[in-house]
Every structure is written in C-alpha cells, then in structure tokens.
C-alpha cells in the first residue's frame, strides 16, 4: 500500500501565484518524519524540510510554508509568489521506525513567466 | 554541485554490457544508499550500507550489484540488464542510519545518473 500520497500530479500556475501541494501519509508509528524534497531538472534531491510527529508547529522559511496536521495525516506546502526558478518536482517523504524513506510520487510544478 | 557525486551522468548500454555506476561523498557520512527513480513512479529504495556493510537488500534482482569499497565511495555493478532498468539511479548519504528517536538526521542526494538499457 502506497504510505505516501500526492494526489497532484502536475500543477501549471503563472508567476506570482500561490501554490499548494498536497501530501497525506499512513503510518502506524507514533514516532516518524516527514520530508519535503525539490528535483529540479538537473536531477539531484534537495532537502527542503523535515519534520518529526510530535512537532505539529507549521513552518515558514522564506516563500516557502508548510502546514502539518496530524488529525487528517497531511503534510501540505504552499509556495507564496511562485516563481520560475520554483518549477520543479516536489516529493513528499515519510520514514517510520526504519530509516527508510517512503516517497510520494511527486508533483510537478511549472511556473510560467 | 552537492555533497555527493554521481558519475557517469548518463548512461546508455546494451543488454549484454557490463557497466558500473559510481557514487563519492566526503562529507564523512557513514550510511550510503542506491535509490531506483523510475517514470511515474515513486522513488524505490533498493541498497543500503553503513559502514560498509550491506544493511538492506530491497529484493533487488541479481543484475544489480552493490559495492561499498569504503565509506566514501559506493558502486552500482550493472549486467544483463532489462529495458525496464531503464531510470535515474540515485545515491545518497547520511551521518548514520537514522535509529527511532533520532530528530536531527537527513540524507544528502546527488545529481543521479540516467541510465537507458537498449
């Protein structure tokens, strides 16, 4: 079973726009982490944010927000004024009591100018 | 250009070839990981070794094998492989394997190589 969902394949929006992509995970383990990752198309994953379960606290670095709701097992990100150096593919990321990590199947993201 | 190198970037070899996949990191990581990412699918785990120790072994087929020589460098052995191979190879590192209650762990990925199997 998938532990981990993007729901939104491809997101198109133009400059400046709000964007918001979903994650919603499952897990039985009371102990885990969430993960943001970025691909733009040079390949590489860059971290963007991790999160322990017991830490529901959203976070804001920059243009970039998260919110984390523990009742609905979300894990959201919204891009505020998008831009377009922000397109890319966005994965959500769980690891559980193993250090494995479950990936979404990702977002695509495409700012237009 | 991040922590960890992957080299060659691109890859394209019959099903006959034998070929090998290279990953470096001198960020004095001790965990070294090989990640499959695949069109339209989620990234899959497939080897991990700590300390240059195979600690996971993801059902992998035997045409895939791993080679962590020492805890910098980690290789991906490739041979007869199938069309389906075909996809990004990704490596990635970290301080150690991360244990239940560890809060300040993460992983550092490179660049990957895309690998097309003909």
């Known amino acids: 079973a998938q532990k981990v969902t993007q729901a939104q394949t491809e997101i198109s929006v133009v400059e400046k726009e709000d964007v918001t992509l979903d994650c919603v995970y499952e897990?039985?383990?009371?102990?885990?982490?969430l993960f943001w990752y970025k691909q733009p198309p040079s390949g590489e994953l860059v971290f963007l944010i991790r999160?322990?379960?017991?830490?529901?606290q959203n976070e804001i670095s920059g243009r970039y927000s998260w919110n984390f709701q523990k009742s609905t097992s979300s894990f959201n990100f919204t891009i505020t004024a998008s831009q377009v150096v922000d397109s890319a593919v966005y994965f959500c990321?769980?690891?559980?009591?193993?250090?494995?990590?479950?990936f979404g199947a990702g977002t695509t993201v495409t700012v237009r100018a | 250009e991040t922590g960890v190198t992957q080299t060659p970037r691109h890859l394209v070899m019959g099903m006959t070839n034998k070929k090998s996949l290279k990953c470096e990191q001198h960020?004095?990581?001790?965990?070294m990981y090989w990640y499959k990412q695949s069109a339209k699918k989620p990234l899959e785990l497939m080897f991990v070794?700590?300390?240059?120790?195979?600690?996971e072994n993801n059902s992998v087929p035997s045409r895939f094998s791993p080679e962590c020589p020492n805890s910098s460098h980690l290789f991906l052995h490739l041979h007869t492989l199938q069309p389906e191979d075909s996809a990004l190879y990704l490596c990635?590192?970290?301080?150690?394997?991360?244990?239940?209650?560890?809060?300040?762990?993460?992983?550092?990925f490179g660049s990957g190589t895309r690998l097309t199997v003909v």
């Open positions: 990635a590192s970290s301080q150690d394997i991360p244990r239940t209650g560890d809060i300040n762990y993460g992983y550092t």
């Open positions: 897990t039985r383990d009371t102990t885990y982490y």
């Open positions: 999160r322990n379960s017991f830490d529901e």
């Open positions: 990321a769980l690891s559980e009591r193993d250090y494995k990590l479950s």
């Open positions: 960020l004095g990581h001790n965990a």
């Open positions: 070794y700590s300390l240059e120790e195979r600690v």
